[in-house]
């Protein structure tokens, strides 16, 4: 997005504090451009998938998509960061569960294997501790950090086959025990699951069982 369509997207987000329905002469006005500018910035806006809008007898609504609001969430953690000197930290909680036991197939192939050690500064576990994000602000937290900067471990080609990238995140479980998380893009799992790996067996070290609730830290790069 470019400074204007922040700024409208901004501008948006506090109309919606204040209104239940909001017109494009309110956007024009606490922007101090014109209507027709207000309306093409809208449309621009829904395009791109960070807004959604309808119609009522009552009025035009306007609603911030999943998209949306991370994308406010990454501007306000980066202002923040800025002004206060704050590195913004993040807490996800969930439910373990066992996979299908392709972690340990994945993790351990020398195209993945080889960037985890020189960039996250371990080799892990071959698999991955599997999570089942229980709440809703646990979800849109993920979905916050799959759009913030992170080790980026690149893809490849092995075996005849496209293995493709991932992002980490440096991760503490439980207050004090070293981990990563990955986001991965081609995954079977929902929005509601997060995958962790560890330069231990993570269930053995902590006596961990499906059903167990463990608590991460996650602070971006």
Not at 69 to 80: D, E, G, N, P, V
């Amino acid at each position: 997005m470019n400074a204007d369509l922040w700024f409208t997207l901004l501008a948006i987000a506090e109309l919606k504090n204040k209104f239940k329905l909001i017109s494009t002469t309110k956007i024009a006005e606490k922007l101090n451009i014109s209507q027709q500018t207000a309306s093409r910035r809208i449309q621009e806006l829904e395009k791109i998938g960070v807004i959604s809008r309808g119609v009522t007898p009552k009025g035009q609504y306007i609603e911030i998509t999943d998209a949306g609001w991370t994308a406010l969430r990454k501007i306000y953690f980066s202002l923040r960061s800025i002004f206060n000197g704050e590195v913004p930290k993040f807490e996800i909680s969930g439910e373990i569960f066992s996979g299908l036991g392709e972690g340990a197939y994945y993790v351990t192939r020398e195209g993945y294997l080889k960037q985890f050690k020189e960039k996250l500064g371990f080799s892990p576990y071959p698999g991955t501790l599997n999570i089942k994000l229980k709440t809703s602000k646990d979800v849109q937290t993920k979905k916050l950090l799959e759009a913030l900067p992170g080790v980026f471990i690149e893809g490849f080609k092995s075996e005849g086959r496209t293995f493709g990238p991932v992002k980490c995140h440096h991760a503490i479980i439980n207050g004090k025990f070293k981990a990563a998380i990955l986001l991965i893009n081609r995954t079977h799992y929902g929005d509601n699951v997060l995958e962790l790996i560890a330069p231990y067996s993570i269930r053995n070290k902590l006596n961990l069982k499906d059903g167990n609730i463990i608590r991460i830290e996650i602070v971006p790069e």
